[in-house]
Every structure is written in structure tokens, then in C-alpha cells.
């Protein structure tokens, strides 16, 4: 059964969590590994995006950082940071609607982080897309 954005992004946050602590742990991975341990059927929305962050990865953190005020991404939860990575790269390299981005994004926070770090990440975004 196809599965809507919501959970895709939901999926996506996960294998980019799931990549942030193999790097800090300096453990090898594979980027299709991870996708395929997360996801049952192959999905190029999931690719695109965990691909897009990743390779992205430092630029987005600086986009992020910018707009942080006495906060920087690598202090804010690993749930957090990914989903504050990946709409970023959904607003800086995607089609998808800003109003749609950060919606997605404050609620996967409301269900993964707690209130500061949504607060955090609805501050961003709003900041990006207004400036």
C-alpha cells in the first residue's frame, strides 16, 4: 500500500536520524542500506530527499545556522536536526509548497521533540521563507 507524504517524511526523518548516529559513531554505512531497512517498497520521493540531505548536508546546516539565534543545529536533538534538515532541502531544492514544508515539519516535532526544539524549527523555516 502506497503510503502518503506525512509518513514518507516520517520514514525520511527516521533514516536521516539513523545516518546522523553512524557518522557520529564513525561506523560505515550504506545510504541505500539505510533506506531499504527503513522503507518496504522503493520510493523516489524517500531517495530524493535522504540523498538530497545528505549530500547537501553542510550547506543546510549553515542555512540553519543562520537563522538560529545562541543555537546551532548540531546542539538541538538528532530527531530535530533531521527534520529541520529535511525542510530545508524540501524548501531550497524542491517544488513543494513553503506553507506545506512547515506544517509537515512542526508536526513530525510535535510527535518527535519537545515544544522548544518545534519552536526552534517553525522559527527557522518562518525565517527562511520570509527573507
Known amino acids: 500500500m502506497a503510503k502518503s ?8 526523518m527516521i533514516i536521516l536520524y539513523q545516518i546522523d548516529i ?18 518496504e517498497i522503493d520510493n ?7 540523498y538530497g540531505v545528505v549530500t547537501h548536508e553542510e550547506s543546510i546546516n549553515e542555512e540553519a545556522n543562520k537563522y538560529m539565534t545562541n543555537w546551532r543545529i548540531d546542539r538541538i536533538d538528532k530527531t530535530g536536526a533531521a527534520i529541520l534538515r529535511m525542510a530545508i532541502y524540501e524548501l531550497k531544492y524542491t517544488d513543494t509548497p513553503s506553507v506545506v514544508v ?3 515539519a512542526v508536526e513530525l516535532a510535535k510527535k518527535y521533540s519537545d515544544d522548544s526544539v518545534r519552536k526552534i524549527i517553525n522559527a527557522v523555516l518562518d525565517r527562511m521563507i520570509n527573507e
Request: hydrophobic fraction near 35%; glycine fraction near 0%; charge should be negative.
Open 44 to 50: 523516489d520521493f524517500v531517495k530524493d530527499i535522504v
Open 22 to 39: 553512524y557518522k557520529k559513531n564513525k561506523m560505515e554505512y550504506d545510504v541505500d542500506n539505510v533506506i531499504k531497512e527503513n522503507l
Open 5 to 12: 507524504r506525512s509518513e514518507l517524511r516520517e520514514k525520511i
Open 102 to 104: 512547515i506544517n509537515e
